[in-house]
């Protein structure tokens, strides 16, 4: 398994390995369909098996991995039902928190929000890391933290759909439009535009990664070494 990427001191060794494992996932360095352990995952992060088991788990609650007695961990494979449902849900929890910060949002909260949409944009990581950041701020801004949490794991399985899959420039200049948008109505404190915004960017991003998987597929269908 591939190096994965160095981890931040600041946090907690449980928080990182979670993170990286998300990582690890959404780059295709954690193969589908193969079994994996909590010591290849920990020496691959440079850590104990300790906070590896911790964030293995919650991945586990997260439904992004499963447990098979005696074999070990394996990515779970989504079904176009189960993808079906990942889109009906993430629609629903982001409507509500915006429907939440058209009510909430102060002029400090849009301002951070902009902030964390100016931030470095000039490689696909920085790009995962300035949506993924964007999205979540915005259920922590609205107060509401079990759907920040939902979300994580929506977006986990969002990671699966398309593992190790190009998406077309991640859509950068449309997502940045977009999210800019979204900004925009949530300071004119519109919940009908904000709630339309949310639903179409959603449905375009997972729409990418659909994509993006069913390319991987005939892909790999093609060319079965790759």
């Known amino acids: ?13 449980a928080q990182q390995g979670y ?5 690890a996932i959404r780059d ?8 994996f352990s909590e010591s290849t995952l920990a020496e691959s992060l440079g850590v104990s098996r300790t906070p590896v088991r911790e964030a293995l788990l919650n991945l586990y609650r997260d439904g992004v991995v499963e447990i098979v007695p005696k074999r070990g961990y394996r ?20 409507q509500i928190v915006v429907d939440r910060l058209c009510k909430t949002a102060t002029p400090d909260d849009i301002k951070e929000l902009r902030t964390i949409l100016k931030g470095a944009g000039d490689s696909r990581e ?28 929506v977006r986990g399985k969002m990671y699966l759909i398309a593992s190790g899959a190009r998406l077309t420039s991640l859509r950068d200049e449309n997502v940045a ?4 948008e979204l900004v925009d109505a949530l300071e004119q404190h519109d919940p009908k535009k904000a709630r339309r915004l949310i ?25 079965p070494l790759s």
Request: charged share 30%.
């Open 75 to 94: 990515l779970i494979d989504l079904d176009e039902a189960a993808i079906s449902e990942i889109r009906l849900l993430r629609v629903a929890l982001e």
């Open 199 to 223: 639903s179409s960017h959603v449905e375009r991003s997972i729409d990418s990664f659909v994509e993006a998987r069913a390319e991987l597929l005939e892909r790999n269908w093609l060319d």
């Open 28 to 35: 295709g360095k954690i193969p589908r369909g193969q079994f």
């Open 1 to 13: 398994m591939s190096k994965l990427n160095s981890l931040v001191r600041s946090e907690s060794l």
């Open 126 to 153: 920085d790009m995962y890391t300035i949506d993924e950041t964007f999205h979540i701020r915005m259920a922590e801004m609205a107060n509401l933290h079990q759907i920040r949490q939902e979300l994580m794991s």
């Open 177 to 180: 439009r977009e999210h800019s």
């Open 19 to 23: 993170k990286a494992i998300r990582r």
